[in-house]
């Protein structure tokens, strides 16, 4: 709710610092004194476009301070939050219009432009009676308010998800279609570079493999004489390692019987020995092994070629030539698979357009059955608020064909008769402000246990009434205030009675200026207001007399 505002040279306003209470307020005043004025102030600080004209004359600038209390409005807290605009429970809205027209607000101390404020201002307030305030004049806030009062959460939130995977499959249909022959060209061409990689039948480290038999093959002639000579030398010939290390063994072996000294170096040499021999069956079994074969040399020169040049042409190296292969294989898997397949996308979006559109359908009847009785219980309401024989109808049309959207696919309008044997129309044409005041009045009497916007503002909702009439708008909206915030501008006893606080707008005139003042009026104070305004050049005993009784009346 509205708990306190600050306004600082605003029209003829010098300065107002007002605490707001819960319940219902009644605003009065004489005719001229700017009874208006603060519901002005409250519209602009909640995002209404201004002008220098607000600013008081003299004055550089207007300032308009808001708090709100939002800690029953679990919406406007969730905005704030996404919006890192979070404080606490209090809300602060602010906002200064210079007399050069220039516009700055903020919101909780941080910047903000008006599109945000009116954001929040539209979970926050609703102002009754100006058609430029008035959010029932915008065709969302109408199917809003139908689908609350209709509790249509779920199914929203079923079509929402229906719409948004029909989105998806076609957003992805349109970007295939957009993008087909660059797709069909990469399919090509990745298909011409996994056949050329597939016929070289490449194998797992394969490449090492080849340059080492390729270094052993060119070099063949070299290693087969150097393993020949090494067995020659250590083994074969007559002076040959072993042989010289075989008389050493034997010579020594025959002094350890002398000197068991020798027995060390013995065994040293008979295990050199022992490695000498061992060393010539390798290089023998090598050279064994080794043959000069040119043809095998050429092949893996060749296949050295081929895997070189492939190598250069996808700029790697050799060695990555298979694992190049399987990526491409991957990618070339992904591209023809389902999600690229246009004739599988095509099916998969007519599954998903029918689903949207059997849950668009669900919804439109819910709205439908909610439009019969939202509208009868509403023009029953306007009969009681002196609109006799006026109807309100919700037209709920339909069109499988029209655009698909996440609140789905009716054209929701609040349509009115105000007067018998008038022409349904829509209420953005209702001219009267008076009419669309009650209208809206109506609206909120029979949505009231169901929409619960924590402030209502009605200016001059009692236009073109009186009696036993603005006693019925006087009662309902002091219902309306038991269980949120109202505010009411009237010029009618009947309403004013009915409020939980009363302020009087005064016109205070100076020597050189005149200004607009608010008194909180009480007992007596209030007593006399509301003899003032039912009316008489002088106000008697049994006039106040019959305004204590209508103050005394409410519960």
Request: proline share 2%.
């Amino acid at each position: 709710m509205l708990s306190h505002i600050f306004l600082r040279d605003f029209a003829i306003i010098e300065s107002l610092d007002l605490e707001l209470e819960p319940g219902m307020t009644a605003l009065t005043g004489e005719t001229g004194a700017g009874k208006s004025i603060l519901i002005d102030a409250i519209g602009l600080v909640l995002g209404d476009r201004a002008d220098s004209g607000v600013v008081r004359h003299g004055a550089e600038k207007t300032e308009i301070t808001l708090t709100i209390d939002i800690s029953d409005t679990p919406t406007a807290l969730n905005w704030l939050q996404d919006n890192d605009l979070d404080e606490d429970d209090q809300c602060i809205l602010r906002r200064v219009i210079t007399n050069s027209g220039k516009s700055r607000a903020w919101i909780n101390g941080t910047p903000a432009n008006l599109s945000m404020l009116r954001q929040l201002g539209e979970q926050l307030v609703d102002i009754h009676g100006q058609h430029e305030h008035q959010s029932l004049m915008k065709k969302e806030m109408q199917r809003q308010l139908l689908d609350e009062y209709g509790d249509n959460s779920n199914l929203l939130a079923t079509l929402n998800k229906r719409f948004h995977e029909w989105k998806e499959l076609q957003d992805k249909l349109d970007q295939l279609q957009n993008q087909s022959s660059d797709h069909q060209a990469q399919i090509d061409l990745l298909s011409f570079q996994t056949q050329e990689l597939e016929a070289l039948s490449l194998v797992e480290g394969e490449y090492p493999q080849l340059d080492e038999e390729h270094s052993r093959l060119s070099n063949a002639g070299e290693l087969i004489e150097a393993a020949s000579t090494g067995v020659q030398q250590l083994y074969a010939q007559k002076q040959s390692v072993y042989s010289v290390l075989s008389g050493l063994i034997t010579q020594m072996s025959q002094l350890t019987e002398v000197d068991s000294a020798f027995k060390e170096p013995v065994a040293m040499l008979t295990e050199a020995q022992i490695q000498v021999e061992e060393v010539s069956d390798i290089l023998r079994h090598y050279q064994d092994s080794l043959e000069l074969d040119p043809q095998r040399l050429q092949f893996v020169e060749s296949r050295i070629a081929q895997l070189h040049q492939m190598a250069k042409k996808h700029m790697i190296s050799p060695e990555d030539l298979a694992d190049k292969y399987k990526t491409l294989c991957e990618k070339l898997g992904s591209l023809s698979g389902d999600d690229y397949d246009i004739d599988a996308l095509n099916e998969q979006l007519k599954q998903a357009k029918e689903s949207y559109l059997n849950q668009a359908e669900k919804l439109h009847k819910s709205r439908q059955k909610s439009a019969k009785q939202l509208g009868s219980g509403v023009s029953g309401a306007m009969q009681q608020l002196g609109m006799d024989g006026g109807v309100f109808e919700i037209q709920c049309a339909f069109d499988k064909n029209s655009k698909f959207t996440s609140h789905g696919m009716d054209d929701v309008e609040f349509q009115v008769s105000a007067n018998p044997g008038q022409p349904l129309k829509s209420l953005v044409k209702v001219a009267s402000g008076g009419e669309l005041s009650r209208i809206s009045l109506a609206i909120q009497m029979i949505a009231a246990q169901k929409v619960t916007l924590p402030a209502l503002i009605f200016d001059e909702v009692d236009t073109g009434i009186g009696g036993g009439t603005a006693e019925v708008v006087g009662q309902q909206l002091r219902m309306l205030g038991h269980n949120r915030q109202v505010l009411c501008v009237t010029h009618l006893p009947q309403v004013a009675s009915q409020a939980h606080q009363h302020y009087k707008v005064t016109k205070i005139k100076g020597k050189t200026s005149t200004s607009t003042g608010m008194l909180t009026l009480r007992n007596e104070e209030r007593v006399e207001e509301i003899a003032r305004m039912m009316g008489g050049i002088e106000i008697t005993e049994s006039t106040r007399a019959l305004a204590r009784e209508m103050l005394q009346s409410p519960d």
